[in-house]
């Protein structure tokens, strides 16, 4: 924690922001990265649409029976019906229905010339070789026109969309096998902090091993982004000016983040600024997450997050996972958040940063805070479901009360 | 749809159960695959842990202070105090405080010998060259004891967790770099329908193309298994069965979608029976989804799902995905349902089935039922956020009414 000592250097500024305040800052610097590319319809759920999807084709191609039976002349049905062919799904017709005829029809097949409805088989009766009576009261059309859902030339999804599963369908109906998609956007991780190990290093002394770069790996690929893993940087002035400085180079964005301490041995700020590195803001009235740094330079973004495992990870999902979308030309996800009932009444003590607060959501569908404390961050990290905010200033928030839940 | 026609061949009896039930006997059949193998920590996600992971290290590995300031002994924290050297994170202390001593510390850093507290540095006055005095209240520990958050040996994740970015944190700070999950579950892809031609290609006369087996493995893909796309059968018996026969030799699940028409052009019943597939059920009392199938083979899963995208894509959420999870030795996720009220009220005409109804969450945090018709279900899916149940017998739901939501 930046808690700053009175130090041998001196400390430029603080600029401290609300976390509000933050996000929009963030988010005006963050430009779409004009860079696509295509992909195969497997391998593109997640990415983000850089090009409208236009339809080829009439959706359906052709008047097409919603149910089986037989296709006839509406003003016919009440009589006997000649049965005159069978139309299976993918077979153009042959016949034209005239009066006293109907062909079967199976679901999805093509309308004969001739007729205008569909008697459903349920209200049908066989009355002997080829010949059929309507048992049902009225007939209906159980058409399904074409183009009425899509016609040729329509957008069928629109670029910016993210793509799921379901999008898949809509563009191998329409011939989309290879949508164009933003690129990934490069996500630089460089971790500093003399204390750090990696992980298959067993840690001796006053070490301990890093988990924060790693976890944030797995966050940047699971918001869609290409890791680029810079790893431990030595607490030296050089080196980390040298890392950032290569980073910037093969990044969109460059994310440092901090060993437990950030006190003494800092040298990130003064790098920043050697490097010519625009700071917007290095402090957010947020708990956690206070130490939350932001600067820009030719149009890469560069992040300093806390050392803290929780306080970075709320921190990345809050402001960069954003900034990756956005890079990427589609808008943030702010649908999932749902309105639901606190189990437990909540106290804090201090009150001038807006509390960000861990949860989950138990069986009874009411949201529980969970409990952190210290190291153990990472364990209890593991079981939250979401965040739920208190603004500044309030310090209770009451049993019953209805909290706005954030994933995460 | 499966509705049938009076057919030339004579048609088995159909096993039409509630969703509940097909819910039962699906999961209870679905037994985990006993391969594993190893992964990297970054490649981890959305696996299932198979092996539990064990602490090799207490955590914290040393006493270790929570906040930047000094250490001394409580005793000592009123009068003034002598700094009698700096502990930056990763060092180890050189020397031990005494009465009337302190050293200067940094968070995270381990605890010299013979203090027992660390004053915070906001607590603190320098009062002169390594001279200082405590000027808060009452001083407080702040330190993090040795192996309070998890001891060498303790089970820090358990065997069956599926493995998010922040259990990679846990593992990464454990030492478990490669953590042991089970294999990804191979599942089949098949379609049946001669109308159906692939996206590449340009459908003429009654054709449509394939989306619902695409859109299916993007779905196996987005529940971390391994798709097995076989691709569209010719509709006869002969293809059927060699189809069904080779994808069961290779893969775990297979899962049969039919075109939109499976009247009499639908082998695959006789087929399975030829194959020796024992088929437990093959309806369900279900709106949509109700042609929905299923059996075994030797421990291989089968499921015959409906041709329209929505029942297939729906059945495949509720039925294939947990059991995916299952034979990965996973608990299918049920956390994320929330109870929402409903925006305006829904009704139905035909009660005789349980009704899904796809919805989205609008923006008043109120659930709305997505409208679907005919064949534009693909474009309407895309829209939705999941959706809600309407039980057998049941034509209506009010508004305001809480319902609840299973996402999609």
């Given at each position: 924690?930046p808690?700053?000592f ?5 400390r430029?500024?603080?600029?401290m922001?609300?976390?509000d ?34 339809s080829?084709m ?10 089986d039976?037989?296709?006839?002349r509406?003003s016919?049905?009440?009589?006997e019906l ?8 993918g077979?153009?017709?042959t016949?034209?229905v005239t009066q ?8 999805g097949?093509?309308?004969p010339k ?8 349920e209200d ?13 009261e009225?007939p209906?059309?159980?058409i399904?026109i074409?183009?009425?859902?899509m016609?040729?030339?329509?957008v ?18 329409l011939?989309?096998?290879?949508p164009?998609?933003?690129?990934k ?6 971790v ?10 067993k ?6 091993r ?5 976890q944030?790996?797995g966050?940047?690929?699971?918001a ?12 030296t002035?050089?080196?980390?000016y ?6 910037l180079?093969?990044?969109?964005i460059?994310?440092?983040?901090g ?7 800092d040298?990130v ?5 050697k490097?010519g590195?625009?700071?917007l ?5 947020v708990?956690?997450g206070k130490p939350?740094?932001?600067g820009?330079?030719d149009g ?6 806390p050392?803290?495992p929780?306080?970075?990870?709320m ?5 960069v996972?954003?900034t ?14 749902v309105?639901?009932p606190?189990?437990?009444g909540?106290?804090r003590?201090k ?13 009874n569908n009411?949201?529980e805070a ?6 153990a961050?990472?364990?209890a990290?593991a079981?939250t479901d ?14 019953g ?8």
């Amino acid at each position: 924690m930046p808690i700053l000592f009175a130090t041998l250097r001196p400390r430029k500024c603080t600029i401290m922001i609300t976390l509000d305040k933050a996000i929009d800052i963030v988010l005006s610097n963050a430009k779409q990265i004009n860079k696509v590319e295509r992909v195969d319809l497997w391998n593109s759920i997640g990415r983000v649409l850089s090009a409208n999807v236009i339809s080829d084709m009439n959706m359906p191609p052709f008047n097409k029976t919603a149910v089986d039976g037989y296709a006839c002349r509406m003003s016919d049905a009440k009589g006997e019906l000649e049965v005159i062919e069978t139309i299976p799904a993918g077979v153009v017709p042959t016949k034209t229905v005239t009066q006293g005829q109907c062909s079967k029809i199976m679901t999805g097949a093509m309308i004969p010339k001739g007729a205008d409805c569909v008697l459903m088989v349920e209200d049908v009766k066989e009355i002997g070789f080829n010949r059929i009576v309507f048992t049902g009261e009225t007939p209906r059309a159980n058409i399904c026109i074409l183009g009425e859902d899509m016609k040729t030339g329509e957008v069928a999804i629109q670029k910016g969309t993210t793509l799921s599963a379901q999008h898949i369908a809509i563009m191998a109906a329409l011939g989309c096998t290879q949508p164009t998609v933003s690129v990934k956007p490069s996500v630089a991780v460089l971790v500093t902090g003399d204390e750090l190990v990696e992980p298959q290093q067993k840690p001796t002394g006053g070490q301990i091993r890093n988990s924060n770069g790693h976890q944030l790996v797995g966050q940047i690929l699971k918001a869609n982004a290409k890791p680029n893993y810079i790893g431990i940087v030595k607490d030296t002035e050089e080196a980390t000016y040298n890392a950032i400085s290569n980073a910037l180079k093969d990044s969109d964005i460059v994310i440092l983040t901090g060993g437990v301490s950030m006190g003494d041995y800092d040298y990130v700020p003064s790098v920043m600024k050697k490097l010519g590195i625009q700071i917007l803001f290095d402090s957010i009235s947020v708990q956690p997450g206070k130490p939350t740094k932001f600067g820009i330079k030719d149009g890469k973004m560069i992040f300093g997050l806390p050392g803290n495992p929780v306080s970075s990870y709320m921190q990345f999902e809050i402001l960069v996972k954003p900034t990756i979308q956005k890079l990427m030309g589609g808008e943030p996800n702010t649908k999932s958040i749902v309105r639901l009932p606190l189990a437990n009444g909540y106290q804090r003590k201090k009150v001038e940063r807006l509390g960000l607060i861990p949860i989950l959501v138990n069986a009874n569908n009411k949201v529980e805070a969970v409990d952190f404390h210290g190291s153990a961050h990472i364990f209890a990290l593991a079981k939250t479901d979401g965040y739920i905010m208190i603004p500044l200033g309030e310090s209770e928030i009451k049993e019953g009360e209805l909290v706005d839940v954030r994933p995460l």
